[in-house]
């Protein structure tokens, strides 16, 4: 049995507690995969570089109704597949190798399991075992795709967002099972390479957990790209005759696909590693119970990212672990005064086609917490902007192009309280917005206290925010 000062497990976010201020102590990194966790290997780097290039395709498609005469063939996915893996399956070894190469850390490749308080037994890769035991132990062991139990899913070849996006060669046929943020993406990847896409969600809208405007404008125009089945569920899968893969769904349709996507969400993988035998507790979803310095309910037991958040986001993953590094620490240290997580105001995007980005309440939640009376909204069309006029082709056809802004404010307190973005750059021209509620800015004067760049697409986020300040004057 080997003692640390410190066993991280999980070598996604954890990897980047350990810096120069641990080269005194002696660090475990135990991890079972690739160095980058999944948003490096499996998530969201991967993912995006598809979507650029399916971005680039659904721009191109446009160039016929803006007068440009292109044509966009069916995508090359080894070329595709095969320049976004290089990179990264390089960047995944480097990182190992980096951190093999430290004096003070040993990196462990295997499967760790609790055995005790602060003490694991390693399943190692390459055959045998290890104990070990540690003064401090982060938990940043992420989380994993669900398989929901469909009658015959067993029987039939199928991927999800760890398999799909190394998968041999473009299918013909894709099913998508949830219209998620993982199936709204890949369908939109799949759908611009030149798949024919059939997408199953169970509820009435793709992206059902954003803003009601936001979900019904994103899934009109993926109704427009591909097969949407909304409302249902897969009953059962079968196989077909030449490999292909058959979903019966409950409301009796049927759809033949050749390679099945299953994205219905993720669950935390404080299972497999036995937490509770190491007095850690969770929740219902299995999310490991943290308070606001990421201590878990085990003395010198600490976690982050998928592991313990209730929004299985990276940039939230990266902040819970600036904070359990300040709070190591700091407790090395011999200091009481830790670090406290923020989670109050977390933003989101889907990178799909058209994009989506939200942060704060939707105008349903808005409603139900603080009554209609308090609650005012405005919304700026894409359209309505100089560079929106730049995007149009067929208006009526194109969901970038009809994009808006959705902004929900308090009569009360004259602040945001939501920003709701679906049309092209959304992911970045929420930012302002996001900065206004965590700075706590009136919504008076927002606007016109700075320039916007005329004509830049910003303007259509100033023009939502001029309405929003004539509505909550009126
Ligand atoms: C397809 C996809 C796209 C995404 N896109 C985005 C996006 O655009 N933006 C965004 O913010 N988020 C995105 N996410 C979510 C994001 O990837 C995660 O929130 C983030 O990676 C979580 O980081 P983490 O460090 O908590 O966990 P992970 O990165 O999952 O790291 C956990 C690590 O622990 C290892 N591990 C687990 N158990 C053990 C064990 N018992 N022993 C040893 N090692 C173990 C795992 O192998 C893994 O490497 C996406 C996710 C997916 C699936
Ligand atoms: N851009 C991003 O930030 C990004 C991208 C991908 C993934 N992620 C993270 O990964 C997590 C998981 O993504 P996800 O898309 O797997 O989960 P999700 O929770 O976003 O969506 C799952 C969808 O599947 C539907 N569903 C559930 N069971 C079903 C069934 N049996 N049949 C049909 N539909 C069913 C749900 O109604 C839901 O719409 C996300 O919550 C997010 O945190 C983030």
Redesign the pocket.
């Known amino acids: 049995m080997t003692h640390y000062d410190l066993i991280v497990i999980g070598a996604g976010s954890g990897n980047t507690i350990v810096d120069d201020r641990f080269d005194d102590r002696r660090v475990a990194i135990v991890e079972k995969g690739p160095f980058g966790g999944t948003c490096l290997n499996r998530?969201?780097i991967p993912?995006k570089m598809f979507i650029y290039v399916a971005d680039l395709a659904e721009s191109a498609r446009r160039g016929p109704a803006l007068g440009l005469p292109t044509e966009v063939g069916r995508a090359d996915w080894t070329a595709i597949r095969d320049r976004i893996f290089a990179r990264i399956d390089d960047n995944a070894e480097s990182g190992r190798d980096y951190r093999e190469d430290a004096d003070n850390v040993d990196v462990l490749v295997g499967e760790a399991r609790f055995v005790g308080e602060r003490r694991l037994v390693v399943d190692l890769a390459d055959g045998g075992t290890a104990e070990i035991t540690a003064d401090q132990v982060v938990l940043a062991s992420g989380s994993r795709?669900v398989v929901?139990p469909i009658d015959g899913l067993d029987d039939v070849p199928h991927e999800t967002?760890d398999t799909i996006m190394r998968i041999p060669e473009l299918p013909a046929r894709l099913g998508v099972?949830?219209?998620?943020?993982?199936?709204c993406?890949l369908a939109h990847v799949f759908a611009a390479y030149g798949s024919e896409v059939v997408q199953?969600?169970?509820?009435d809208r793709l992206l059902?957990t954003q803003d009601a405007d936001i979900a019904a404008h994103f899934t009109r125009g993926a109704q427009q790209r591909y097969d949407v089945r909304l409302g249902t569920?897969?009953e059962r899968v079968s196989r077909t005759a030449g490999g292909a893969v058959t979903l019966h769904l409950d409301d009796g349709s049927e759809a033949e696909v050749d390679v099945l996507l299953v994205?219905?969400?993720?669950r935390p993988n404080s299972d497999l590693l036995e937490v509770d035998k190491a007095g850690v507790e969770t929740d219902d979803k299995g999310l490991v119970v943290v308070d606001q310095h990421q201590r878990t309910t085990a003395p010198g037991v600490w976690a982050l990212g998928d592991a313990s958040s209730h929004?299985?986001?990276k940039h939230v993953a990266n902040q819970d672990a600036r904070v359990v590094q300040a709070n190591l620490l700091a407790t090395y240290s011999g200091s009481s005064e830790l670090v406290t997580s923020d989670h109050d105001v977390v933003p989101?995007?889907?990178?799909a086609h058209p994009q989506v980005a939200a942060v704060g309440l939707t105008e349903a939640e808005a409603r139900e917490e603080h009554g209609d009376h308090d609650v005012v909204v405005a919304r700026h069309d894409v359209a309505d902007v100089a560079y929106g006029w730049a995007l149009a082709g067929d208006l009526d056809d194109d969901p970038e192009a009809a994009g808006f802004v959705k902004l929900v404010a308090l009569r009360s307190t004259g602040r945001l309280v939501g920003a709701h973005l679906v049309g092209p750059m959304a992911s970045v021209l929420v930012q302002p917005l996001i900065q206004a509620m965590v700075h706590d800015l009136p919504v008076k004067g927002l606007a016109r206290s700075q320039y916007w760049i005329h004509p830049s697409l910003a303007e259509v986020v100033e023009n939502a925010l001029i309405g929003l300040e004539s509505a909550l004057e009126d």
């Open positions: 998530g969201c993912s795709p929901p967002s099972i949830g219209g998620g943020y993982v199936g993406e199953v969600e169970s509820a059902s569920k897969v994205a219905v969400g993720r929004e299985p986001l989101q995007a889907v990178f």
